[in-house]
């Protein structure tokens, strides 16, 4: 809890900050919320160590739940007296737990999740801890929009910085493209707004997890919700490596020239299949089943198709609402079939070999390669029209270190038919290279983290090095 010495390094932090005391909305927060600060000896320390994935268990150095910019601002004299690195929990989902990192201050953040739309602008302001469900509730009831992602306990912050990619992206973009604007603290405690095409906001634009800054509000842009969710799947099952093949090259031709408004995954679980397929526009309806013809004789199944109201249709892509424990992690950002075609069996006979071990492929592209967003960013590897990842779950606990076994061996196996390209919100603690492999060039991000971090107060396991 809040120690007097920490009590006094906030007060004289917050006659520093003028500028803090401004952002109405970055202070007035939940209203039960409380600052707090837990030590290792601490009886709240178990608590606030707690991740949405329950295999991880980090030992921060001590754990700030904040409620307002002020605490962020004293969080960060805290570290600085204390000879601390900070790392930062918005929504606390990152598969590493990087938000907690060992021995350093972690900032949580999550009770801070004010939010508020303008009605005349219809831009969304929001506070970094507020999760995904709480943001649909928001705006869908005002018939608004932010396109995110699916799971409904992921928090804005670190969704936004990495990308967000979801059912939308391909018809607007991925999260950071839609962001107009932010707040953060930079690592001398003081606030920055940016707009426009500040270079602060495009580096966040992808590249803005625990690098420069503690980011304490976004606006964004939102778009018109849709109407319905146009819903289909086709399964099969009993599949052999040989017959995976054939499914994953069609179904990637097949949606090579998916209509923007949809999207597709392909998720190999054990030998069965299953195939989503979404869209929000009926028009598009008739395009995408002549697409898919060839993929619907090749499986057992294909369903009919349904068509929610949008608001109820998304709950059934919001997934468990943990902690869980799990091992999931970026299997590459993906061009077309061809990266995968030598070793697409010998994939799925890894799937195959380990229960509860997942694999799956998204499609990206559509808005997401719009050249303005691409300028406005650094999200590399837009080029990429697919995004492959691997999922790792168990049961009981005896399972774990067979599933970890499989998870790596398929990521070995990628890594060494050069799939290196990954998604930096889908981190592995075992990528060889993370920062290219997450960023590609890289040198405007050292240039942003050396302006706003010099000292690295902000020091992502993964992050941008100086
Ligand atoms: C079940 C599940 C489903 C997911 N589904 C999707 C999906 O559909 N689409 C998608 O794109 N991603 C998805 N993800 C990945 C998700 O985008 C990342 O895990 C993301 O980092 C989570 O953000 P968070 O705020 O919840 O996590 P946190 O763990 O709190 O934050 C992740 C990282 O972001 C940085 N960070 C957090 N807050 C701030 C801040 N305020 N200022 C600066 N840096 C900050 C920190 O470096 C931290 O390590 C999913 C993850 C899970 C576990």
């Not at 592995?428 to 706003?452: C, M, S, V, W």
Request: proline share 5%.
């Amino acid at each position: 809890m809040i120690t007097p010495t920490h009590l006094q390094a906030r007060r004289k932090f917050i006659q520093l900050s003028t500028v803090a005391l401004l952002m109405p909305l970055a202070r007035g927060q939940s209203a039960t919320a409380k600052t707090s600060i837990d030590l290792p000896e601490s009886h709240g320390y178990r608590d606030a160590c707690l991740l949405f994935n329950s295999r991880l268990k980090p030992k921060p150095a001590a754990v700030m739940k904040c409620v307002t910019e002020d605490d962020v601002i004293s969080g960060i004299q805290w570290a600085n007296e204390h000879k601390k690195k900070i790392s930062l929990k918005s929504g606390g989902h990152c598969f590493e737990g990087f938000c907690m990192a060992d021995d350093t201050l972690s900032l949580d953040l999550s009770n801070m999740n004010a939010m508020s739309l303008d009605p005349k602008t219809h831009i969304f302001t929001v506070a970094p801890g507020a999760k995904l469900r709480q943001i649909n509730d928001f705006l869908l009831a005002k018939g608004r929009v932010l396109p995110a992602g699916s799971c409904a306990g992921v928090g804005i912050g670190g969704l936004t910085l990495g990308g967000g990619y979801g059912m939308l992206a391909r018809q607007y973009g991925l999260t950071c493209d839609l962001l107009m604007g932010l707040r953060v603290v930079d690592a001398e405690g003081k606030g920055h707004d940016c707009d426009g095409d500040h270079e602060l906001l495009k580096a966040c634009r992808g590249g803005g997890n625990g690098n420069f800054g503690v980011i304490t509000q976004f606006r964004f842009r939102t778009q018109k919700a849709p109407s319905h969710l146009y819903n289909r799947r086709f399964k099969a099952k009993n599949l052999t490596p040989a017959k995976v093949k054939i499914l994953l090259e069609t179904w990637f031709r097949a949606t090579k020239d998916l209509p923007r408004d949809a999207f597709s995954a392909f998720v190999l679980n054990g030998n069965s299949l299953t195939i989503l397929l979404t869209h929000t526009n009926l028009q598009s309806q008739e395009q995408i089943t002549a697409m898919m013809k060839p993929l619907e004789k090749l499986v057992g199944t294909t369903t009919r198709y349904y068509a929610p109201l949008y608001p109820a249709a998304i709950k059934a892509y919001y997934g468990r609402s943990g902690p869980l424990p799990f091992k999931n992690a970026c299997a590459g950002m993906l061009r077309g079939f061809d990266e995968l075609d030598e070793i697409a069996e010998k994939l799925a006979q890894h799937v195959a070999a380990t229960p509860g071990v997942i694999w799956q492929v998204n499609t990206l592209g559509g808005a997401i390669q719009d050249q303005a967003f691409a300028d406005a960013s650094v999200f590399a590897h837009r080029d990429c029209s697919y995004m492959s990842e691997i999922q790792g779950y168990w049961h009981n606990a005896a399972s774990e270190p067979n599933v970890i076994k499989a998870v790596d061996a398929i990521q070995n196996l990628l890594a060494q038919h050069g799939i290196n390209r990954h998604y930096c919100n889908y981190p592995d603690k075992n990528f060889a290279n993370p920062q290219t492999a997450y960023f590609g060039e890289h040198d405007f991000l050292k240039k942003i983290k050396r302006l706003y971090d010099p000292t690295d107060l902000f020091h992502h396991p993964q992050g941008v090095r100086l």
